[in-house]
């Protein structure tokens, strides 16, 4: 196995990054520079100039560490013959790497196409390491750490609503909490009424408030937030997905809750995050199978409306929200 080689890859590429990130300053145990730190992206690098940087012994500094971003070439993914390598020379050069230097690929997809020959030969060969997306918990934790790092603190309630608002979406809880650490200025605790003022829910939060609002019959409510979300440059018929989404969610939680599976053995069964399941596991007590599938039926009925209808999509939708 080559020591030097390693690949990380996950769903989230912040958190690929993040972890690939941790292992290069442990590996340089100083700071990164342009003299032991080298950052390429194979969509725009040849696999020729990666070998070049990798058989090149590092200048002043003892170590160096290379860094290729969307290494597409371990999963499926296709792209255009121009930046797709050689798979022989990269097969070749994985086998026969003993080189000094720390090669990361950073592979932005659940999980690797086992099916080429280039990955059975990465697994032989390298270290694999898979980024899962932080839990419920974890990215709590982790919005304390951060913001302890800057000398501050959340109050419980202003946490649980933090999450409420942006769901657990890595890039989305970042970016948020940078934009609350600048707004607290000086002070030093987060209370509710600053998250409140501050964080923007995400798409994701808004459409399952979407379907709480249905789910309670507050029919003008649901209408109002799909009229802001549209407001927002949101497309009808991406909005009518994600709504098609959650309620095949729903479903298929309803169905394997009956069976006696918990939240957790349900979001491993269909592949889903845990904090989504929570969410549809507290919506889901309200339905029966029956008006699940009705829903699901007119959600495809819709669909096929937005697509192939003259009338105005905002309305189809409306109409559609109407009724559920």
Not at 202 to 230: C, H, M, P, R, W
Not at 255 to 277: C, D, E, F, M, W
Request: aromatic fraction near 10%; charge should be neutral.
């Amino acid at each position: 196995m080559a020591n030097n080689i390693m690949a990380i890859y996950g769903e989230v590429p912040e958190l690929v990054e993040k972890k690939s990130n941790e292992i290069v300053e442990s590996y340089l145990n100083e700071k990164k520079d342009d003299f032991n730190y080298v950052k390429y992206n194979l969509y725009d690098t040849s696999f020729n100039q990666i070998i070049e940087e990798a058989l090149t012994m590092p200048f002043i500094s003892e170590k160096k560490a290379i860094v290729v971003k969307n290494a597409f070439i371990f999963t499926g993914e296709k792209v255009s013959k121009d930046i797709q390598p050689n798979n022989e020379q990269v097969n070749e050069f994985l086998e026969k790497y003993d080189g000094e230097n720390f090669i990361i690929f950073e592979v932005y997809q659940n999980k690797l196409d086992e099916r080429k020959k280039i990955t059975k030969t990465l697994k032989k060969t390298s270290k694999l390491a898979k980024v899962e997306q932080m839990s419920e918990q974890e990215i709590k934790n982790w919005i304390k750490n951060k913001l302890h790092e800057n000398f501050k603190d959340i109050k419980q309630d202003a946490l649980d609503l933090f999450i409420e608002l942006t769901g657990i979406n890595f890039n989305i809880v970042s970016q948020e909490l940078e934009k609350i650490i600048l707004f607290l200025g000086e002070r030093t605790t987060i209370n509710k009424k600053d998250v409140e003022e501050i964080i923007n829910r995400s798409l994701e939060q808004n459409v399952f408030l979407l379907t709480e609002y249905i789910q309670k019959g507050e029919k003008y409510k649901a209408i109002q937030l799909i009229k802001d979300l549209i407001v927002m440059k949101e497309e009808p018929i991406k909005l009518l997905a994600l709504i098609t989404s959650n309620y095949r969610l729903y479903y298929q939680c309803k169905i394997l809750s009956r069976k006696g599976y918990s939240g957790q053995q349900i979001a491993k069964t269909i592949n889903v995050h845990p904090y989504r399941v929570k969410l549809a596991l507290n919506q889901v007590k309200h339905y029966q199978l029956t008006h699940l599938l009705n829903i699901i039926d007119q959600c495809a009925e819709t669909d096929y409306k937005l697509k192939s209808s003259y009338m105005d999509k905002q309305l189809i939708l409306e109409l559609f929200i109407l009724s559920l």
